[in-house]
């Protein structure tokens, strides 16, 4: 949280349930992956589920410790692999993107968002004001009479002045292309890192939509 009240538990602090003692010998010879998405279209985490019925053998290879799957804050272990989704456009992406790069082996941007910024960047040509006074201010789908009004509260992440690609913020190990890449060539990066091979994406499997 990039704005914690004084005396606020956050939810990563609360008391876990302790995982179950089967369930967590299944996972303790798994590759341990984590993943996360900032500001984007979540189309690159919907590719992830492209991958269909080859997930079910790959599950038995990774456990996702931190996923945009699940309400988990924080990386609870160290993990192999990071999967970073989206540009970052706001204090609590930076907060998040170093806490991943701090807890990761290796970092890897999915999509063009997470890249080099992609369709967010697009509020990189004019002043962050300027997109404020056009979304709140004076937008033309306000209700007529209300009051206007840019949201401003310390629950709310702080926009950054531009969106950055992650490897302006922090090291990022490898790049998958694409809006959003395809099932294939996130699977390709798996079997991979799986199998100990250099990564390797063929440019049959590329997108540089």
Known sequence: M??????????????????????????????KVATIGFCGCWGCTLSFLDLDERLLPLFEKITLLRSSYTDIKRIPERCAVGFIEGGVANEENIETLEHFRDNCDVLISVGACAVWGGVPAMRNVVELKDCLEVAYSSSVTSPVGARRVIPFHPDIPRLTNKVYPCHEVVKMDYFIPGCPPSGDAIFKVFDDLLNGRPFNLPSTINRYE
């Open 2 to 31: 990039s704005h914690a009240v004084k005396n606020e538990t956050a939810s990563h602090q609360l008391r876990a349930t302790p995982l179950d003692p089967v369930l967590a010998a299944g996972r303790a010879g798994k590759i």
